[in-house]
């Protein structure tokens, strides 16, 4: 039973896990694109991702709230139910991405007091102000996702992904190197077509919402569902607020990791980018995991099976550990030649390798931990969880890191340590917690 509940969880994964890694790549060719212009443009792409990673998860978080609730009601076979759901999420998503492109964009004024390379802040600058506006287009085209994974149907949203590569890379060879008589924009570039990709990806993926006949049943209910409710709204709300609280925790807990290094320059910040990105890779097929078992959780919530949830939950698990366990092998065997991929400075190359070894470390616990995470989520059990994942990260990762960082002279090395024990003990307490959950439960 266990074995095919993991091949269930699996398959519905695989096409999120697909979609997630196409989103990802993206902000990996632009980096290795950026990168081969110079480390210092590299460093300042990397400035604004850390700069923005706070905000942008919240907004992923938000709308993950669409997928759980969506989910529940597709389990009770409640149509006009999920296209409630849908219509209400679309509108808090959207507001939710108006207000963090308004945030990022009004204070990015900010990156010229965070200690860096003040060349690197100025190519920063502009870049970021791109950057807070493709934020809009990408939240739309993350909460259309939201639904259609929440239904299992994760195909669409995978195909658009992967489309929005070739696109994203075209227009980068345009726009970085002023190919085919283009202006030469460089970082700039890499802004535009981020932006330019991001919203071509929304509008395809709405038309197909619209029209296919996939969803047909759930848009000819609009003139009677698409209400805006305000219990509704608080529905959404309850699972949205933790859950991006919980993204946004993780995510900025590696975001400010990031702008710590940058006061240690721009060869560190550089070296830790690769680094980060790197894990961030792998991390996406962890996170495609956690959104199929959480779906599939949610669903089965909705008809209050609780041995269906406890089989689910401990496949997904293992999965998970097994998933782990090989990223961290291929990390340590491939530290060195990873790194050729962004950049060819020796030193960035030599801190990128050993930073790396450190990434390898934390596999196991980073890929368990988001599962965790999404599990107790398909419950809705966000409070304690988002708890436990605050003191994780802000009161075990950061300060612990900072203070073999800086305090041990331990540099970057420091700092992921501390990032290190702060996953380890995520992992732990959120796994113990849905075990415990999901036991009372089938009492």
Not at 268 to 274: D, E, N
Not at 291 to 314: D, E, F, L, P
Not at 385 to 408: D, E, K, Q, R, S
């Amino acid at each position: 039973m266990m074995r095919q509940e993991a091949k269930q969880t699996i398959q519905l994964a695989f096409p999120i896990v697909i979609g997630e890694l196409a989103q990802m790549a993206l902000h990996i060719i632009d980096t290795a694109m950026v990168g081969a212009i110079s480390y210092k443009q590299l460093a300042a792409a990397s400035l604004v991702i850390n700069a923005m990673g706070i905000p942008f998860v919240i907004g992923i978080g938000m709308t993950i709230s669409v997928s759980q609730m969506v989910s529940m009601a597709h389990g009770r076979r409640d149509s006009q139910l999920v296209s409630h759901y849908l219509f209400n999420g679309f509108f808090l998503c959207a507001l939710t991405a108006l207000l963090i492109s308004f945030v990022l964009i009004g204070s990015r004024g900010i990156l010229h007091h965070l200690g860096q390379d003040p060349e690197v802040v100025e190519y920063a600058l502009p870049f970021m102000k791109l950057m807070g506006l493709s934020i809009i287009p990408m939240l739309l085209f993350m909460t259309l996702k939201q639904f259609t994974d929440g239904l299992e149907y994760t195909k669409t949203a995978m195909m658009l992904s992967l489309a929005g590569m070739p696109i994203n890379i075209f227009l980068n060879w345009l726009l970085i190197y002023g190919n085919w008589g283009f202006p030469r924009l460089e970082l700039l570039g890499a802004g535009w077509s981020t932006l330019i990709t991001r919203s071509l990806l929304f509008i395809i993926q709405a038309i197909i919402i619209l029209r296919h006949k996939t969803f047909r049943r759930y848009i000819a209910v609009s003139s009677r569902q698409w209400k805006l409710k305000s219990r509704t709204l608080r529905e959404l709300l309850y699972i949205g607020i933790p859950s991006s609280l919980q993204v946004g925790m993780e995510a900025g807990a590696f975001a400010v990791s990031g702008i710590i290094i940058g006061t240690l320059g721009a060869v560190a910040q550089a070296s830790h980018q690769i680094a980060l990105s790197t894990a961030s890779f792998t991390f996406m097929v962890s996170m495609g995991l956690a959104q199929a078992g959480s779906i599939r959780v949610s669903n089965a919530y909705g008809r209050r099976n609780w041995t269906k949830i406890s089989v689910i939950g401990r496949s997904t698990l293992l999965t998970a550990l097994v998933y782990g366990c090989i990223c961290a092998v291929s990390f340590v065997v491939f530290r060195n030649q990873i790194p050729l991929l962004f950049n060819k400075n020796e030193d960035v190359l030599a801190l990128a390798a050993t930073l790396l070894l450190f990434a390898g470390l934390f596999q196991i616990s980073d890929s368990t931990q988001a599962i965790g995470a999404g599990l107790l989520r398909g419950i809705k059990d966000v409070k304690t969880p988002t708890v436990l994942i605050g003191i994780a990260y802000w009161v075990i990762g950061l300060p612990l890191g900072y203070l073999l960082g800086f305090y041990f002279d331990m540099g970057a090395r420091g700092m992921w340590i501390g990032l290190i024990a702060g996953l380890t003990f995520a992992s732990l307490f959120l796994i113990a917690r849905f075990l415990k959950m999901s036991r009372k439960g089938s009492l």
